[in-house]
């Protein structure tokens, strides 16, 4: 079945730019979207599209890709980004939707 | 304001049945793709399944083919996912989910009903 690889966890200053990774045999031909979810909270789509963001999200988020991985990064975090984020997309074959294993983001 | 609402979830036994329900408004129910996704305590989001706009095409994924059930009443804005045969590997928080297109960015998620299976 297919995988959407991401690291498990990711620490990073208030201030500094964090960087989330996602790597999937079928990126190059599929989207990719990030969620972030808080605790006890419903995820929440904030990008889509490997780079478009929905109107809302702060632009200190930002999304790219370059062949088998797409990278979620943070710029300028904040105590409040501390979460945890998904990838998501669709397998080679187009039939399932999959989501990456998740990367929960710590703000030291 | 768009809400999705699950009801349904509780406790069961091994090899029992539930049926989630999801009360959709603030947008038009009967032009979305409709899916399932559960994330078991402490762990990651997981596709369960999904559904077109008119009812004529689901999809499932391996994990529960077979035992679960994708449905929609578009004259109630309800989505419906009935579970048979019930595991203990099941118990998660389902979220009702909801895109344009089945393949496209989840734009709308409920709050999630928790389902357990126990003994």
């Known amino acids: 079945s297919y995988e959407l690889t991401q690291p498990s966890s990711v620490s990073v200053s208030p201030g500094q730019t964090a960087r989330i990774t996602c790597s999937g045999d079928?990126?190059?031909?599929?989207?990719a979207n990030w969620y972030q979810q808080r605790p006890g909270q419903a995820p929440v789509l904030i990008i889509y599209k490997d780079n478009k963001r929905p109107s809302g999200i702060p632009e200190r988020f930002s999304g790219s890709s370059s062949r088998t991985t797409v990278t979620l990064t943070l710029s300028g975090v904040q105590a409040e980004d501390e979460a945890d984020y998904y990838c998501?997309?669709?397998?080679?074959?187009?039939?399932?939707?999959?989501f990456g294993g998740g990367t929960k983001l710590t703000v030291l | 304001e768009v809400q999705l609402v699950e009801s349904g979830g509780g406790l069961v036994q091994p090899g029992g049945s539930l049926r989630l329900s999801c009360v959709a408004s603030?947008?038009?129910?009967?032009?979305?793709?409709m899916h399932w996704v559960r994330q078991a305590p402490g762990k990651g989001l997981v596709w369960v399944s999904r559904?077109?706009?008119?009812?004529?095409?689901?999809s499932y994924a391996e994990s529960v083919k077979g035992r679960f059930t994708i449905s929609r009443d578009n004259a109630k804005n309800t989505l419906f996912l009935q579970m048979n045969s019930l595991r203990v590997e099941d118990t998660a928080v389902y979220y009702c989910?909801?895109?344009?297109?089945?393949?496209?960015?989840?734009?709308?998620w409920g709050q999630g009903t928790l389902v357990t299976v126990s003994s």
């Open positions: 559904i077109n706009s008119d009812e004529s095409s689901t």
């Open positions: 079928a990126l190059p031909k599929q989207y």
């Open positions: 603030g947008f038009t129910f009967s032009n979305n793709w």
């Open positions: 998501q997309s669709v397998d080679s074959s187009g039939t399932y939707v999959v």
């Open positions: 989910v909801s895109n344009d297109f089945w393949s496209g960015p989840i734009d709308y």
